[in-house]
């Protein structure tokens, strides 16, 4: 998975406005390739991942400020009121004049050395926040990706359906004008051809059924892909004649291994809890820096009476602090934070163990799919040659109306199940690929 392939599809998106993605609403062919290029350059689905990866970018740049020194700057002018002083038990009141015009001014740096590791694993925890979040987009760009497969491979599936479901309906109004020929001639009763008509209706039903689930399945298609409202795609026909790589299901586990996203996710999560843990760690060390400083204040009021004038002063040095406090909160902070990565360790090995049934049952199902085409190519010989016998035997009144119905709904049900076969191998390829993260 190259997270430079995807930013590089946001800048296409501003530089190449018109390009591949720049259908019309007339129907294209378009394959999945260039859906998949579309989704990356337009699709909203995909927005908030980049936006994600970009916060998670500034983090890192707001952590590295860390090691840069806090200089303070202060600067005030003020109003001082005459003072007065007594004796201790409040007797003896006189007063104290005091210049009123006050001012300070004052300057302080403070440079960390040392800090324990908190500003390195703040560093650090802010780069593996944005390699989770990388993998995050490469997670969300994949269901993407195989949700598109999905309605495209389905949009194929229903417009080959739609097809025999027209030459059906060609077939049967041909029988059924051949029904009326022979009602007129006296040999076929008219109950006959009503449920021939029956036939025909709920095929045009079915065709209505079709078209309507293929316009939600573009509408779809064309929302998710990013594509201009009121595009119609049209499945490119070479896809059923793509070769398919013969892997081993050990190479495809070996595959989801090295590239799911989901594998990726759930180990970078692992890495972010480990630094937090030095994170943590770090509260109990002391922390060291350079200072530096410069004031100026006026008038000088610790001086009885007051000196009107200004006093300044100047201080470099070396600055430790330690939370005593630390000694035992931290504990407890560390207990949290062991916890946290047992159960990212956990989640993991939840991960591996679920990628790897989920590539065994898909490569099954690949495999399959197969044995389902030969059978339904098998199916779909006999259904048609049972047709055109019930056929010829209807035609020599050797057979009933019942068994040319029967006949039509076992070849179209037969054609039906062919397309789904077809389609339903390159379904379970494109799913190891997601499953495997190589789609």
Known sequence: MNNQRLLTGLLGAVLMGAGVCAFGQNPSVITLEQLFECAERNSMQLRPSFSAEEEANREISVARAGRLPDINASLSFSYIGDGFTTKRNFSDYQKAPIPH????????????????????????????????????????????????????????????????????????????????????????????????????SNLELQLVKINNTIDILNTNLVTIAGLPQGTVILPDPAILDMSLPAQTEAAWQTDATANSPVLRLAQSKVDISRKAEDLTRSERLPKIGLQAGWSIDGPILVEVPPINRNLSYWYVGVGVSYNISSLFKTNKSMSRSRAATVLAADELAAARENTELAVRADYIRYLESYEELNTMQKSVELAERNYNTVSTRYSADMALITDMLDAANSKLDSEQQLVNARINIIYYYYKLLFTSGKI
Not at 122 to 148: M, V
Not at 155 to 174: D, G, P, S
């Open 101 to 200: 015009y006050g001012n300070a001014l004052s300057l302080s740096v403070n440079q960390p050395v040392y800090t324990g590791g908190a500003i390195t694993s703040g560093i650090k925890l802010a780069e593996l926040k944005l390699t989770a979040s990388r993998y995050a987009t490469e997670l969300q760009r994949d269901n993407i990706r195989f949700q598109l497969t999905g309605f495209y491979l389905d949009i194929y599936k229903y417009t080959n359906l739609r097809e025999v479901v027209e030459n059906n309906i060609a077939q049967a109004r041909k029988v059924l004008g051949e029904m009326q020929a022979r009602h007129e001639q006296g040999v076929v009763l008219q109950n006959d051809i009503t449920r021939y008509e029956l036939l025909v």
